[in-house]
């Protein structure tokens, strides 16, 4: 099999409603589907049984992420924020060009802010404003605001 492009990356969530709300109204993703999913051969297929599973897709950017909302069986673990060495996905990144604004509204919006990682970087290599923050399940989003909107593409 040839590998033509990424997918979508899958977020666990313990409420829906609110996690669509957080990155749609916060993050400016946009609700592309919704669905549900139960019974074979889904039971198989994520290897949970019994299954009742609510999703959400949303889009921006070319992103998609799929949030997950386990009715049966429920979700495991807790939300809060993970050492970013906790092996598997670490964070988002979101670049803007006003951090303090975006801030302010992942917090209206349930989210937590991690003040400690509020840094200013001023080099010649990377002239940008950080900080770190949560979505109401502790997966950490990292806010990054360049000078004059200018995005810093990691991929380029």
């Not at 992420?65 to 996905?89: D, Y």
């Amino acid at each position: 099999m040839a590998i033509h492009g990424v997918s979508h990356v899958g977020l666990c969530v313990a409420d829906l409603d609110r996690s669509v709300r957080f990155y749609c109204d916060g993050l400016g993703f946009e609700l592309l589907r919704s669905f549900d999913i139960g019974g074979e051969p889904w039971t198989r297929v994520l290897e949970l049984d019994p299954l009742l599973l609510h999703s959400r897709i949303l889009r921006r950017d070319g992103l998609t992420i799929e949030l997950l909302q386990f009715e049966q069986p429920g979700h495991v673990g807790p939300a809060e924020r993970r050492p970013m060495n906790q092996l598997g996905f670490t964070h988002l990144a979101v670049w803007g060009d006003d951090i303090d604004g975006e801030a302010a509204r992942v917090v209206e919006l349930g989210g937590t802010i991690v003040e400690p990682t509020r840094v200013e970087f001023d080099q010649p290599t990377l002239q940008a404003r950080w900080l770190y923050c949560t979505d109401p399940d502790g997966t950490r989003i990292e806010l990054i605001e360049h000078p004059a909107g200018e995005a810093v593409a990691l991929a380029r």
